[in-house]
């Protein structure tokens, strides 16, 4: 039971590329988030997957794109990366099922944007 | 809005030292408490909740309790080690909808020997 799984741990890009961040479930969760944290402003919400086959926007949406692939994925992507998007990015998964059920993160992401 | 207040850290204790983290919340209603942890190089992990006021949350010696009248939830332990060094998140939630996660900006806690 691997938990929330991320990939990559690390990237580097440069402004204006593009990458996908990839996160996995294996809890059968039906809710996943995406995150970023970044110094003094602890975590923000970006998008959230309520359930497969939906998605809705968080705090900090502009800039990204999400999908949710299944119920186990949840990927995030950055169609033309700015340096302000150098951040830690979580993601996270939640059974809905009780309203007390907590969040489980993942490890983490670390994006430079140069 | 919604918003949860910590104190600033770096918090720098010895070994066996008393630990006090402070947090207060502002909220619309009665949301549930969190404290959560993050060890270098990871993930948040929950450490302890309390869903109503007067409710004690409390998990490897941590203890906070969820105060209505000061809307507060202070975390506190009473004899810290080095492996508790690591960043500390108070955050609250409330049912319904999405279930939207605010969290404080985190403290530091450096455990020196």
């Known amino acids: 039971n691997a938990g929330v799984t991320q990939t990559p741990k690390f990237q580097v890009l440069k402004t204006g590329q593009s990458m996908t961040l990839q996160c996995a479930q294996d ?8 995150y970023r944290q970044d110094p003094g402003m602890g975590l923000r919400l970006i998008y959230y997957s309520a359930s497969e086959g939906t998605t809705d926007k968080g705090e900090v949406p502009n800039g990204y794109n999400v999908s949710r692939l299944n119920k186990r994925e949840f990927s995030l992507r950055l169609e033309s990366a700015a340096p302000s998007q150098t951040s830690v990015y979580f993601c996270a998964s939640r059974e809905s099922g009780n309203m007390y059920n907590e969040q489980f993160f993942g490890p983490g992401t670390r994006l430079t944007v140069l | 809005g919604d918003s949860v207040t910590q104190m ?3 918090v720098t204790l010895s070994e066996e030292a008393f630990l006090t983290i402070n947090c207060t919340y502002t909220a619309t209603g009665y949301p ?3 404290w959560y ?7 948040l992990q929950l ?3 309390a869903t109503k006021a007067d409710d004690k949350g409390s998990n490897k010696g941590f203890e906070a309790t969820y105060r209505k009248e000061t809307t507060s939830f202070h975390l506190e332990k009473g004899s810290v080690q080095v492996s508790d060094s690591a960043v500390y998140f108070c955050a609250l939630r409330f049912s319904g909808g999405y279930q939207k996660v605010t969290f404080g900006t985190g403290t530091k806690l450096q455990v020196i020997p």
């Open chain 2, 47 to 49: 450490l302890l909740k």
């Open chain 2, 32 to 34: 549930s408490l969190f």
């Open chain 2, 37 to 43: 942890v993050q060890y270098p190089g990871e993930g």
């Open chain 2, 8 to 10: 600033e850290g770096p």
């Open chain 1, 27 to 34: 809890m059968n969760h039906n809710s996943m988030y995406w």
